[in-house]
């Protein structure tokens, strides 16, 4: 059984920057990323992120968000910067062996426990 150990949440206000990691505890993911769900809301991909480095994104983060990993370290990050309210949510990890084209289909493959983003304006 993985595990993803996520850390870097926290509270911070509009136009602030946090930094998310995600460990794994054992490598040969093909896609790993980031998605989020707030209250009242469905789980939404906000990041997703191939063994060779393609990225995809949300079109509400596009431009604010990097995805990167170290494969390595079994490890990918997510730097958000230009922080909105609005991306208050728990955000949580994800890693499988399916392509990143299937992480906006499907919520599949491994999870974190999450970590709280909070977003003050």
């Known amino acids: 059984q993985v595990q993803l150990v996520e850390s870097g949440g926290g509270l911070v206000q509009a136009g602030g920057s946090l930094r998310l990691s995600c460990a794994a505890s054992r490598s040969t993911f093909n896609a790993m990323g980031w998605y989020r769900q707030a209250p009242g809301k469905q789980r939404e991909l906000v990041a997703g992120?191939?063994?060779?480095?393609?990225?995809n994104y949300a079109d509400s983060v596009k431009g604010r968000f990097t995805i990167s990993r170290d494969n390595a370290k079994n490890t990918v990050y997510l730097q958000m910067d230009s922080l909105k309210p609005e991306d208050t949510a728990v955000y949580y990890c994800n890693a499988r062996s399916g392509t990143i084209a299937t992480m906006t289909r499907t919520l599949s493959g491994s999870w974190g426990p999450g970590t709280q983003v909070t977003v003050s304006s």
């Open positions: 992120i191939s063994i060779g480095g393609i990225t």
